[in-house]
Structures are given as C-alpha cells and as structure tokens.
C-alpha cells in the first residue's frame, strides 16, 4: 500500500478529509448566502438552488439582467405545473407578505 506504482499518495486520504470537514462545516452559511442573494434577484444563485433541488433544467433557459423575487416564484411554479406529485407550490405575491 501507498508503494511505487501504485497511484496512492501518502497522506492524501487524510488531507481529503480535512478539506471535506473544513467544507462540511460552511455548508449552511453558504446554503444561506445563495438564498438571501436568490431571494434579492440573482439569477445564478437562484439557478444553483433550484438545480440542486430538482436537478439541471432538460431544457437551456436563458435569461439576463435581474428577476424579481416574484418573477423567480412564477417561473419555479411553472417548470413545477408538468410534475403529478407537486412537492410544494410557492406563495405569490412574495413582495406582499414583506
């Protein structure tokens, strides 16, 4: 194990876990940074989100410039309307409840 030719590199198992603990450990700080900037009209944070809750878009959509928070809300609404067993439909208008 770990010997010439054998592709293992001493102490890259333990450096990998170190980074994947560091990592693990920001997780919900950064989980709440996409949120807030989602929420406040930025479209990549708002497409990382929802590509990692329902997965990549089948189909490319493209869109510039900035989304209100009640566009993005439209838009998840409709790509989930095809899906039989909705998990959750979102509120609109959000700029009301504020």
Do not use: W
Request: glycine share 8%; aromatic share 6%; proline share 5%.
């Amino acid at each position: 194990m770990g010997g010439p030719g054998s592709g293992e590199r001493p102490g890259i198992h333990r450096l990998l876990t170190e980074a994947y603990h560091r990592i693990d450990q920001h997780l919900p700080e950064i989980f709440e940074m996409l949120c807030v900037k989602a929420k406040e009209g930025n479209v990549d944070a708002a497409r990382e989100i929802l590509d990692r809750r329902f997965g990549k878009a089948k189909q490319a959509l493209e869109i510039e410039g900035t989304l209100s928070v009640d566009q993005v809300i439209t838009l998840v609404n409709r790509a989930l309307s095809h899906v039989k067993e909705e998990p959750f439909l979102l509120e609109e208008p959000y700029a009301s409840r504020e």
